[in-house]
């Protein structure tokens, strides 16, 4: 069994930038793959690894000047926000009403040169505190929570953006998500750049 305080040394030395939120899920991952490792058949030449639940996290945040609600208000403007965030390309209501719990969308964007499509669903909601939106991507269950929280002549908004794989092979999973997670920091911070502009532009 691994050591945990001495992965997590280890991974902070080797991976000096990445959020504690990154290392305390890949030192998770690490001690449960040693956890869940069975025991080898005789005359085996290699062991299976049971899949076990993996999850990796990354959160970024920004503070916009501008009030709450106003802010909140711009961030759950579904019907515009192709005008305000550039990575979106288009968006498809599934449900009509007010944003809220059960409002689903079918949303395209340009990822790193990329056009991509996602449903997606929202799965918590708070009027002005906050809410999560959810959608599965390649057997990979993703959650987007956004928190506001008024601040000092503006608004602080914090973004957590998680990846549940499930049952799916922990070797996999774990690379999988470390490159996909590289690649949404990128986007969280180009979303949150948009839409702190676009916010700020209407005072």
């Given at each position: ?15 000096p ?43 970024v ?94 608004t ?48």
């Amino acid at each position: 069994m691994p050591d945990r305080q001495k992965v997590e040394a280890i991974l902070t030395t080797r991976f000096p930038s990445a959020p504690l939120p990154q290392i305390a899920a890949a030192v998770n991952a690490i001690v449960a793959l040693h956890q869940a490792r069975p025991a080898p058949r005789a005359g085996a030449a290699f062991a299976m690894i049971a899949p076990i639940p993996t999850r990796t996290t990354i959160a970024v945040s920004t503070r916009i000047n501008a009030p709450l609600t106003r802010v909140f208000d711009r961030f759950t403007d579904l019907d515009h926000a192709n005008q305000f965030v550039t990575g979106i390309v288009a968006l498809e209501r599934l449900t009509e009403g007010e944003f809220g719990v059960g409002m689903r969308w079918r949303e395209t964007r340009r990822i790193l040169g990329h056009i991509d499509s996602a449903e997606m669903e929202v799965t918590a909601f708070d009027r002005y505190r906050g809410y999560t939106i959810t959608h599965l991507k390649g057997g990979i269950r993703i959650e987007t929570a956004f928190a506001f929280e008024a601040a000092a002549a503006g608004t602080l908004v914090e973004v957590e953006f998680a990846l549940d794989g499930g049952r799916m092979p922990t070797a996999f999973l774990n690379s999988a998500n470390w490159v996909i997670a590289g690649k949404v920091r990128h986007v969280l911070l180009a979303d949150l750049s948009d839409l702190e502009a676009s916010v700020e532009e209407a005072r």
